[in-house]
């Protein structure tokens, strides 16, 4: 089992690596508020006010505060549901939250009420967060948000360690859940899609996806992160235009093996039209 040291450095490491414009966040599922570490906010008693779940992950992986939300806490009642904080009541489940702003009709609206990921009724009490590289606590899963091309390397990382593809489930809405809740569930890392909320209110940009993964994957995260640099496979990732490149040997042998003429074209000028 990795120590609090280690989560500390690999989960530096992954974020110095992929050059994140934010902190990866530990999270971390909470039985009782006695779990709740010392020097940590929980919004109502320190603040004054409640918080939505994203803002409080936001304010985690921007300003790099520990932040501990119950039931009382939460603005937004998704994760109240999701986290299995409360039971789903009907009304819920009859979709009348989604109902008509962003579906057409009930019946859509409850599918995609029933169809949202939770964690089992009762077993939790609240959730907490914070940057992984300060974090107090032992993390339950790990968050981040990471860009087009971070996402990319994150899933050669993940067919370098096994060579399995994710399958996730997505949706536009409820982010928060849909970061957490299937890592926790399956014991594997995911994406989710930023949502209206994570967008609007915790600042989450154009350009990122959630990218989640649970502690014990970090040592071969950053194993094969530390591979895929060396290999040529890293960041920076080299761009540039060029007919016939040259091909890595084994493509350039799986591509004969097909049958495919590999040789490269004899140089020949080239007129450009100028306009």
Request: hydrophobic share 40%; proline share 7%.
């Amino acid at each position: 089992m990795m120590t609090l040291e280690e989560v500390h450095e690999y989960g530096t490491d992954l974020e110095q690596w992929l050059r994140m414009r934010v902190h990866p966040i530990a999270v971390k599922m909470l039985k009782s508020e006695e779990e709740v570490p010392e020097g940590a906010v929980i919004p109502t008693r320190d603040w004054g006010h409640k918080y939505a779940l994203c803002q409080s992950f936001a304010r985690s992986q921007r300003d790099g505060l520990t932040i501990a939300m119950f039931k009382g806490d939460m603005w937004c009642f998704e994760p109240v549901v999701g986290l299995g904080l409360a039971e789903p009541i009907q009304y819920f489940l009859e979709g009348h939250h989604r109902y008509p702003d962003s579906v057409r009709d009930l019946r859509a609206a409850a599918e995609w009420c029933r169809s949202m990921p939770h964690l089992e009724r009762g077993l939790y009490k609240g959730i907490m967060s914070a940057p992984i590289s300060t974090c107090d606590f032992m993390p339950d899963v790990i968050v981040m948000h990471v860009n087009g091309m971070m996402t990319s390397q994150l899933l050669i990382v993940k067919n370098w360690i096994d060579g399995k593809d994710l399958y996730a489930q997505l949706s536009g809405h409820a982010a928060c859940i849909y970061a957490v809740v299937p890592p926790l569930l399956k014991r594997e890392c995911t994406v989710a899609i930023p949502c209206k909320g994570d967008r609007r209110l915790a600042f989450a940009q154009d350009d990122e996806i959630l990218f989640s993964l649970i502690p014990e994957m970090l040592p071969d995260f950053v194993a094969g992160a530390r591979f895929l640099q060396e290999h040529g496979w890293g960041i920076p990732m080299i761009q540039e235009y060029k007919e016939e490149y040259d091909l890595k040997p084994a493509y350039a042998k799986l591509g004969e093996m097909l049958g495919m003429d590999l040789k490269k074209s004899p140089p020949r000028s080239q007129k450009y039209q100028r306009y």
